[in-house]
């Protein structure tokens, strides 16, 4: 949701901000300066999954179509959640830092 009007105008795409709000004009892309550590974001997260996808390879030994059936929607969701929520934590911390 927009920091400034509340309306559902952030994102433009599942992982892309809206360049400006369209509801109240508040320009959402000169807010998102600090792109740099999305990508870092991103690898924790493989990391994550990855060891998850060897402990559950591990511990149940499901066939390797059951293996991509699960992991390929949950690492696509996962990666999808993480993107939304840093960059709309990122959105609303530049705004409330611009406010006098």
């Not at 433009?12 to 508040?26: F, K, N, V, Y």
């Not at 600090?34 to 402990?55: D, P, Q, S, Y």
């Not at 293996?67 to 960059?87: I, Q």
Request: with cysteine; aromatic share 12%.
């Amino acid at each position: 949701m927009c920091p400034r009007c509340g309306e559902r105008t952030l994102f433009a795409a599942p992982a892309a901000l809206a360049e400006e709000c369209r509801s109240c004009g508040l320009d959402i892309l000169a807010l998102e300066r600090g792109g740099r550590f999305v990508g870092v974001l991103t690898m924790v997260l493989a990391l994550v999954l990855i060891l998850a996808a060897l402990g559950f390879d591990a511990w149940l030994r499901p066939p390797l179509w059951l293996s991509f059936l699960l992991w390929a929607p949950v690492t696509v969701g996962s990666v999808l959640f993480a993107l939304r929520f840093y960059k709309t934590m990122w959105v609303y911390h530049q705004y409330e830092e611009r406010q006098p």
